[in-house]
């Protein structure tokens, strides 16, 4: 099946601080979503976006589907970004957009 | 509306013991999911049901059996528990009809907690 391969997997910042999470796939997806997990065990959809550019608010993130990479920017972070950042994806025959999840990338925000 | 709902939200078993985790959505949508959370593993998906009547298997479905009741409910099933399926799991679902991907996300449930004894 696809592999999906976040980095990193911890990420410690002060208040402010820019981040770039990463997310490699290993075949062409028709599906790609960036979730959250904060730190009460609650998963909210970030973005979709199996190609291309999407920004909302702070948060931003790029899917460059010919290269399998998609990049989360967080900008000015806050201690609210605490949690964890899913990758996860589909492949492009998936007709049911079963969505195969990498492993995360741990944030932690600090005053 | 709710959303994605699940109960219960926290359970204890001992191996061996049954038991039925209830999912429900009032969003309309087609597709349901059951996935379980581990550390350091990310989520991974049980079973899914892409249209009422039809159900799934997907990366880890040994020891677990699903009912999609209606277009609303989906429930997961552990027959006979065992300490390895002590895991956080997540329902999800999703507007897609089956066979079309639409711009559409998948949404979750809160989570139920299961220890197993």
């Known amino acids: 099946g696809i592999q999906v391969e976040q980095s990193p997997p911890d990420l410690i910042l002060q208040e402010g601080a820019n981040s770039t999470l990463r997310c490699n796939f290993s075949?062409?997806?028709?599906?790609l979503q960036w979730f959250h997990q904060n730190p009460w065990g609650q998963l909210i959809n970030l973005f979709y976006i199996p190609s291309g550019t999407k920004q909302n608010g702070r948060l931003s993130a790029t899917t460059v589907a010919t290269e399998r990479y998609s990049l989360l920017y967080i900008s000015s972070s806050q201690t609210t970004d605490s949690g964890v950042y899913f990758c996860a994806v589909a492949m492009r025959n998936s007709g049911y957009s079963t969505l195969t999840f990498g492993k995360g990338t741990m944030l932690l925000v600090s005053p | 509306n709710a959303g994605v709902t699940q109960t219960p939200k926290f359970q204890v078993l001992k191996t061996g013991q049954s038991m039925t985790l209830q999912c429900a959505q009032d969003m309309n949508h087609n597709s349901m999911y059951w996935y379980r959370q581990d550390p350091g593993m990310g989520l991974r998906l049980i079973y899914y049901?892409?249209?009422?009547?039809?159900?799934d298997k997907g990366e880890v479905p040994n020891g677990y059996n699903v009912s999609r009741l209606n277009k609303r409910e989906f429930s997961l099933r552990l027959e006979s528990a065992a300490p390895s399926q002590t895991s956080v799991y997540f329902c999800?679902?999703?507007?897609?009809?089956?066979?079309?991907?639409?711009?559409?996300?998948?949404?979750f449930g809160p989570g139920t907690r299961l220890l197993v004894l």
């Open positions: 049901s892409a249209s009422e009547g039809t159900t």
């Open positions: 075949d062409s997806v028709n599906n």
């Open positions: 999800a679902s999703y507007y897609g009809p089956a066979g079309v991907i639409t711009q559409e996300t998948q949404y």
